[in-house]
């Protein structure tokens, strides 16, 4: 099951409400353009800038295109990245517009599948009136709890110890994907498909590579590094791509959409000698020569597991348990690819991971509030000692920045393991609870959470 269309076009209605300017980005076949064509139905001027016959007449005269954008409708200008040249003139309007204190508001919404950095520019007129959010492939919380974010579960003041239903996770790995994946008996064709498709119109068009055959080859060097630090200089010489090539061929995939990159916990965040530094400053620095790839200090991830099975050459089944590697490889994935695609629509939000003296943590979230949720993820049905010593060692080394700890599993059992410390099992995200626990008299009140849990067993 994709993630709900009609959930993202009363998201993206409601945003469009606060700010002027709305930037969506997202991979090819997300359902970008069914979602823009539906937002506020009558209210939209929809344009999809892709149209050969419309990208000449912008060619001609971009100034005139740009004045022909109405204020009593929502304008929607897909595929941006086919026409930046209006971007200078959509700029220069509103600068006007500012000018003259008009009243009158141009609301806009683009829609993209490249990380374009051109769009900065109206950042610099609009500053709180323009809003950017990324549109991932479906979420399994959302299919099996609709309009649903985990992290309002996993941020919640109570967390309920019990058994929970157990589930097909092999199934529900399949489920959270691209919405047109589902018309496909054979995953493969698809996923060729997809590959042509961002090759042909993405990869050739907007970032001119040489070779963009080679990326998929890239790709699938990634896949193998899932869960690891990244060997970029290993990896340049496996593709045969040169220093000064291979950075352009890696950006071209992480600015797609495709994968994602997380970083390691700054060291400002808990090392004392560093926290006089504003914990939330984030550098933003471009990397552009492979010799800054050298610094093993981030790990790669596949927005979906199934693309990612689909590199290793694998399928999602009950088999692919025998082959312990690539199935801690695809598990581990799919949680972080839900913590990435829950987070995205959390403002302030940043994932890590953190390797440091022996303690290693898969995803460390924060917030702009600092609270940090750290997580161990384990493809087993059980869970060390040595697991919940990391999390105390990492409640010390954070202090008052540190919230709460989990540890994901493959058990069916939510269980307290120390202070602010819990294993739970992957479907504890949506699943209904199935067995509560006795608990003490001191937490025997009763959460709206717990009443709707009550009312889901009664029935």
């Not at 000018?99 to 900065?120: G, M, N, P, W």
């Not at 994946?181 to 961002?198: E, K, P, R």
């Not at 410390?421 to 025997?444: D, G």
Request: a negative charge; aromatic letters at 12%.
């Amino acid at each position: 099951m994709a993630r709900d269309q009609g959930y993202l076009v009363s998201y993206i209605s409601k945003l469009t409400e606060y700010c002027d300017v709305l930037v969506l980005k997202g991979c090819y076949l997300i359902g970008i353009d069914e979602i823009t064509r539906n937002v506020n139905n009558a209210n939209v001027n929809y344009v999809n800038l892709a149209s050969p016959v419309i990208n000449a007449d912008i060619k001609d005269d971009p100034e005139g295109f740009v004045n022909s954008l109405t204020v009593d409708k929502i304008n929607v200008l897909n595929n941006i990245q086919y026409a930046p040249e209006i971007i200078r003139f959509i700029r220069a309007r509103y600068a006007h517009i500012k000018q003259i204190h008009s009243v009158e508001r141009l609301k806009i919404i683009f829609s993209t599948c490249a990380e374009i950095h051109y769009l900065d520019v109206l950042q610099e007129i609009l500053q709180e009136k323009m809003f950017e959010t990324k549109l991932y492939p479906g979420s399994a919380a959302e299919a099996k709890n609709y309009n649903s974010n985990i992290l309002d579960k996993l941020y919640s003041p109570k967390i309920r110890e019990g058994l929970y239903e157990s589930f097909d996770l092999y199934q529900i790995i399949k489920e959270s994907s691209f919405p047109d994946l589902m018309h496909y008996a054979n995953h493969t064709d698809f996923f060729d498909m997809l590959m042509n498709i961002i090759i042909s119109e993405n990869f050739s068009f907007l970032y001119k590579l040489n070779s963009p055959s080679k990326t998929v080859r890239l790709m699938q060097s990634l896949a193998k590094y899932v869960g690891r630090t990244v060997n970029h200089r290993r990896i340049c010489q496996e593709i045969r791509l040169d220093d000064v090539t291979y950075p352009a061929y890696y950006h071209a995939i992480v600015n797609s959409f495709i994968g994602f990159e997380m970083s390691s916990l700054p060291e400002r965040l808990y090392k004392a000698d560093k926290k006089n530094i504003e914990i939330w400053e984030i550098d933003n620095t471009e990397e552009n020569k492979i010799i800054n790839f050298q610094v093993h200090d981030k790990k790669f991830y596949f927005i979906d597991s199934n693309l990612l099975a689909y590199l290793l050459k694998t399928d999602i089944n009950p088999k692919l348990y025998g082959n312990f590697v690539q199935f801690n490889q695809i598990f581990q994935n799919f949680v972080i690819a839900e913590l990435v695609k829950n987070t995205s629509s959390y403002v302030g939000s940043h994932l890590y991971y953190l390797q440091d003296n022996n303690l290693n943590f898969d995803v460390i979230m924060t917030r702009e509030d600092s609270n940090c949720l750290a997580f161990k993820i384990r493809s087993t049905d059980s869970y060390t000692q040595k697991d919940i010593d990391d999390f105390a060692k990492l409640k010390e080394m954070l202090d008052e920045h540190y919230y709460r700890g989990y540890l994901v599993y493959l058990g069916t059992e939510v269980k307290k393991l120390s202070d602010d410390v819990y294993a739970i099992p992957l479907n504890y995200l949506w699943s209904s609870i199935k067995t509560v626990y006795e608990t003490s008299p001191e937490n025997t009140d009763n959460t709206d959470e717990d009443a709707e849990t009550e009312e889901q067993i009664s029935a």
